[in-house]
Every structure is written in C-alpha cells, then in structure tokens.
C-alpha cells in the first residue's frame, strides 16, 4: 500500500531532529530476507531514510551506531 501526503506550506519546527516521524512495519520478506523497514523522516528537512531489517532488534544498532544519522 503507498500513501501520499500532501507537501507542507508551513514548517512547525524550528530545528532540524525536532520532530521526528518513524514507523516500523512488518512487510513481506524482500529477497535478501530482510523482513521490516525502518522509516525516520525528519519534519524540518524532509530528510527521509529508510533500513531494510532482518529483525526488529536491529533497529537500533542500525539507526545510531551503523547507517543512521551521526
């Protein structure tokens, strides 16, 4: 299922990592076997990134300490 949003005129944040929207859903498996992706898009920038997981218990090792934002 794709959702579509529609853009923002007005920013409600002042700073970028204020305001963080993040979802984990549970998908079929890809074909490396990854099972979830990890969705964080951040409010001020529109940054968006997305980790293919095996496991729900990558999530953070993956998001702060390997790929995520440092």
């Not at 099972?35 to 940054?47: A, T």
Request: proline residues 3%.
């Amino acid at each position: 299922m794709i959702t579509l949003f529609k853009n923002k005129n007005n920013i409600s944040t002042k700073r970028p990592l204020e305001l963080l929207h993040i979802d984990l859903p549970t998908r079929t498996r890809s074909l490396n076997g990854n099972r979830y992706v990890f969705v964080v898009v951040d409010d001020f920038i529109m940054y968006t990134l997305v980790l293919l997981l095996k496991s729900k218990g990558e999530t953070i090792y993956e998001f702060f300490f390997k790929k995520g934002w440092k």
